[in-house]
């Protein structure tokens, strides 16, 4: 589908506190393979642009219109694009390891800023698996990035420690329409007590099996970014970074620790916030819309655009 062809089937939505009197848009666009990418919009026209990259087994609206990332950045003056990634949400579901290459990610992406940001440099927000995602996509397309807000990164490894074989398994005798079925047959073994789970695959099956999700497409999603090394250290380009998790997730340390690292990084730690719920934090949100707005006033002064 062309950018014409998404912009003239867009679908309004619910404004779920989007700010302003700016409406959501669901559009969709065909990504990497022909996989149809949905992607909601909300801002003015013209504003500078967001782009946010959810976590593994969410999707736009759970981890960023409900949790007000939406509103807050709008209100603060820029333009939101929030897609689904694939596997996600109302995105294509494709079933292969194959499909879920970061190289078919960077794709989706690129064909959503093509439609919606043609062109143009945009801020990057991700956050868990989405700010894996923004990173190599900076790394990979340095000239349509502004910045790079990194939300508790995954800085041990994606999906480290997780048994494919083991989860497909589980999930054979686990409703995937039952959140609670599947936090109780993934404690220790799978429901038929035939293979234990380790505890990291316990968890990424029970978040794949929760309600509205497609778990065969999820746990094959997470072997195949599970096989690419991530090396957040390495390759750093000359873009601002602000990094942030919760002083509660296990990836706090290694985050704070990265950003120290890194020439010009920033770092907040969430005081009470874990993994889950740092993405709600409105501190989290406001320090995001400050680094931003900063930025962009930065830009406006300098006349070079830079």
Known sequence: MTAGEANGGQIRTATDGAG???????RSVSGAG??????ETAGATGAPAVLLVHGFASDRRSNWVRTRWVSTLV????RVIAP???GHGESGRPRSLAAYGLSAFRDDLTAVLDAEA???SVHVIGYS?????AHDYVQTHPERVRSVTMGGPPVEGSFAGFDLAAARSATATISAASTTAASTATASTTADGSQALNGETARYVGMASSAGNDPEALLRLAEAVRRRAFRPRAGAVAHPLFIVAGEDDPVHDGSRMLAAELPGARFLGLPGRDHVSAVTSRVFRAAVAAFLTELEEGRRSDPSGA
């Open 75 to 78: 209100d603060a003056g820029f």
């Open 118 to 120: 043609p062109g143009e």
């Open 20 to 26: 302003g009197d700016s409406r959501p848009e669901a």
């Open 129 to 133: 698996l989405g700010a894996r995602l």
């Open 34 to 39: 022909g996989v149809r990418i949905v992607y």
């Open 84 to 86: 689904d990634l694939r």
